[in-house]
Each structure stands twice: as structure tokens, then as C-alpha cells.
């Protein structure tokens, strides 16, 4: 009789691999593995093949860029998302994409399990999860390597006894995660933040000290905040998102260290290397700063927050996560124009920037005898925008501290000792 299937995320590396084996001995499920193509530079038909060696009863392999870049990576950038200023969240819009899929094979091979290989203590497990239990609350979820809480060594000895094939991947010295917006570095020396991070743990990027002394210079073209262009030719956005990187990492850019906050309490420590991401935000911040007025690039300032803690948290599916999505698209709709952009060891200028709904107007801004701005307005408004600070100093601050002494400011710690 044929056993109930789950359908694994399986990445070819040792924890899913060993995970093959382990959910068939622990739960009795047949494993069907999923594997996609995010534009991370793996063979995924050598990893498909890899499953099934391994002893998956059947492996998928689909090349999903499009649907990552469309979706996700692009609608990321429109929102202006950079967790907590800095990370352009490549790891975390790729998991609700996986997942997204996992569930639609799920109900194709009527599985009755999803399964990932993410560890208790990180945000992907967050992400996985959530996505599981809102598209499909009905499937059972298994985490082998949160659940088995195996050290490395008996890990492999599990590898070992099951023959299970081992790669360099096991005697990596880092944990990484890759995909087309971004590659994720964590873990071994990484772990103390004082430690510079190690040129090993670089693979996208050149050192900027390395990189050429003659600066490159480009053109991207945006079309309601979504590139569409590179050096005037209409590209597709994997493949722009690709050749970005080339370029930009050939120049030292796009690497990130920082300390974060993750979800699930912890401060850890990851190195980032996203080059393409950081001249496409950049490139699109400066074209923001020609199309929005001033109000609404204020205002943005605060979705773009909401909209990254949103999508690292993993609430991608969730109706706020639409109802923001809903403002961006809104206030991206005049954000289309090309931006000039000049890569030089380490640093992205934009040089130029242009559009045809653009708010920079020559004749209000001008010295020249072009000018139109009406100047003899500005004193009357002077006086009325400064009107209640000069009330407020005459009455207030010029009299001198409140009853003769400066405020002591209260604490908002409680004596213990209250007797
Ligand atoms: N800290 C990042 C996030 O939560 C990346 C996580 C995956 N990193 C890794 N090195 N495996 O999105």
C-alpha cells in the first residue's frame, strides 16, 4: 500500500538530504522534493537528481525567477523595503514564494505533510510555517532539524550509517542562503561581531580596495517604480537583476554587515552581499526624490518600515501586507524616468536623474531670468509658518526656567524600597 507523502524544501545540502532518510524512519511518509530555481547559480536538475539518489519517491525542480522577480523582488524594491535600513531581504522574500509553491504540489501529489529543514532558532522557520498554516491549515508540518536537535557530529554519523552522499557543502564554513536579490552569510567567525568578516566569506563581491580605478557609469530606466531598463534597452528583470550584480559587485558594492534583530529574539550577526539590490534602491530612491512630493516621501519613509518588519516576519500573506501594497502601487504610479548611476570601488553615486512627470521644475527653481517663482510671497509666509515659535519664545522660553528652576526630569523606575 502507497504511504502518505510530504512534500520536503529540499536544497541539496546535508540537512535536507539527511532529512530524506529521517522522515521516512520517523514518520513513515514518502518524501517528494521540491526544489526551485530563485536565481541563487545551482544546477537544480543535478539537485533533483540528488533527491532521488537519496531516496525521494519523486522530485520537482521548476525554475520559478519570474514569479520571485515579479512578485516579489520588484514590489520589495517599489516599497523601498531595507530591514532596519540595511537588508533587502532576499532570504525572506524568497521562503513565502517556496512555500507558496510547496502547498500548490501538496494538493497535487495530495500530500498530507510539508516539511523544511530550518533550524529552531531562526526567522525562516517563521516564514515557512506561517505561510503553511495560512494556505493550508490542514497539513501536518515537519521541521527534522529543529525536531531531531542533533550536534554536526551525529548529524553525520546519521549521514554515515544511511550513506548518505556527503559534499564539500558539509565541511562548509558558514551558513549560507542565495537567491537573484541577495546572498545571506552567517555563523563560524561571523559570530563575534567584533571580527572583520573573513574575504572567504565573500562570493558576489570584489574587495573595493581591489576593485578598478576607472569608474563605470550606467542608465536605468524605471517604469512606475519597476526597472524595466539598462543603458536604454528594455532587459527582463531577472536577467537586469543579474548583470547588476556582475557589474556592481565587479566594482566592491553591495556588501552589508550588520547585527540584526530577528523575529524570534536575537541579535545575530549576518553578512549580506546584494549588489544589484543596492544600485536598484539607490537608483529608485533618487527618481522617488524628482516624482514624489514632499509629503508623500515623508510618508513613504513609514511604509517602507512597516512593509519590511511585515515581510521579515514573515506575514507576507496577510491582508495588511495587500492594503500597503495597495498605497505603494498608488504612489509609485508617477515613478518612471531614467536614473544615471556611476560605480566606483565600493560606492554608488547617481549622477543624473531624469523623468517626464518629474516635480524638479526648472523655471521655479532657477536663478536665472527663467525664473517664475514668486518671491515676494515668502516674507508673509515666514511670518505666519514662524508665528507660534516667536509667540512661544517671548512667553516662554526668553521669561527663564518655569518658577526660577530647571525641570527635573522623573524616572520611570520604581523604589524597591518603599517603606
Ligand atoms: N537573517 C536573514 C533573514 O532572516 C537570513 C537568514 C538565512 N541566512 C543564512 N545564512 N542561512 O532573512
Not at 545540502?13 to 521540491?34: F, H, M, P, R
Not at 531598463?229 to 552589508?256: P, T
Request: charged share 25%.
Amino acid at each position: 500500500m502507497a504511504r502518505d507523502k510530504v512534500i520536503l524544501a529540499y536544497s541539496g545540502g546535508l540537512d535536507t538530504s539527511v532529512a530524506v532518510k529521517w522522515i521516512n524512519e520517523t514518520y513513515g511518509y514518502d518524501v517528494v522534493c521540491y526544489t526551485c530555481d530563485l536565481g541563487q547559480g545551482q544546477d537544480i536538475e543535478a539537485i533533483r537528481q540528488k533527491a532521488l539518489r537519496t531516496g525521494a519517491v519523486e522530485a520537482i525542480a521548476e525554475d520559478v525567477r519570474n514569479l520571485f522577480v515579479d512578485y516579489f523582488v520588484f514590489p520589495s524594491l517599489m516599497a523601498g523595503a531595507l530591514y532596519e535600513g540595511k537588508y533587502p531581504l532576499a532570504t525572506s522574500l524568497g521562503r513565502p514564494l517556496i512555500a507558496q509553491r510547496m502547498v500548490h504540489f501538496a494538493r497535487q501529489f495530495d500530500a498530507k505533510a510539508v516539511a523544511h529543514g530550518c533550524t529552531g532558532k531562526g526567522n525562516d522557520q517563521v516564514r515557512f510555517d506561517v505561510t503553511f498554516q495560512t494556505l493550508a491549515p490542514d497539513l501536518k508540518i515537519i521541521a527534522p532539524v529543529r525536531e531531531w536537535r542533533w550536534t554536526r557530529t551525529e548529524e553525520l554519523e546519521y549521514a554515515h550509517k544511511h550513506g548518505i552522499e556527503l559534499e564539500a557543502a558539509s565541511q562548509k564554513i558558514f551558513s549560507t542562503d542565495q537567491n537573484l536579490w541577495g546572498r545571506s552569510v552567517e555563523a563560524g567567525v561571523l559570530e563575534d561581531p567584533w571580527v572583520e568578516p573573513p574575504a572567504a566569506a565573500f562570493e558576489w563581491t570584489v574587495d573595493p580596495i581591489d576593485a578598478p580605478n576607472q569608474p563605470e557609469e550606467i542608465e536605468i530606466g524605471f517604469d512606475k517604480g519597476r526597472p524595466v531598463s539598462l543603458n536604454g534597452k528594455e532587459v527582463d528583470g531577472a536577467l537586469l537583476i543579474q548583470e547588476l550584480n556582475r557589474l556592481a559587485g565587479k566594482h566592491g558594492i553591495g556588501r552589508i554587515d550588520h547585527v540584526e534583530n530577528r523575529l524570534v529574539g536575537i541579535k545575530s550577526r549576518e553578512i549580506y552581499e546584494a549588489p544589484g539590490a543596492l544600485v536598484l534602491h539607490e537608483a529608485h530612491r533618487e527618481l522617488e526624490f524628482i516624482t514624489l512630493t514632499k509629503e508623500a516621501t515623508r510618508f513613504k519613509t513609514f511604509v517602507s518600515q512597516a512593509y519590511s518588519d511585515l515581510i521579515y516576519n514573515g506575514l507576507w500573506f496577510s491582508a495588511l501586507h495587500q492594503d500597503l501594497m495597495a498605497f505603494i502601487a498608488s504612489n509609485q504610479q508617477y515613478v518612471t524616468g531614467q536614473v544615471k548611476v556611476k560605480m566606483h570601488k565600493g560606492r554608488v553615486y547617481v549622477t543624473g536623474r531624469k523623468s517626464e512627470f518629474s516635480l524638479y521644475r526648472y523655471e521655479l527653481a532657477t536663478y536665472e531670468k527663467a525664473d517664475q517663482y514668486d518671491s515676494s510671497a515668502a516674507q508673509g509666509f515666514i511670518k505666519i509658518h514662524g508665528l507660534m515659535q516667536v509667540t512661544q519664545a517671548k512667553h516662554q522660553m526668553l521669561r527663564g526656567p518655569a518658577g526660577g528652576h530647571r525641570l527635573e526630569l522623573p524616572s520611570i523606575l520604581p523604589p524597591n524600597d518603599i517603606n
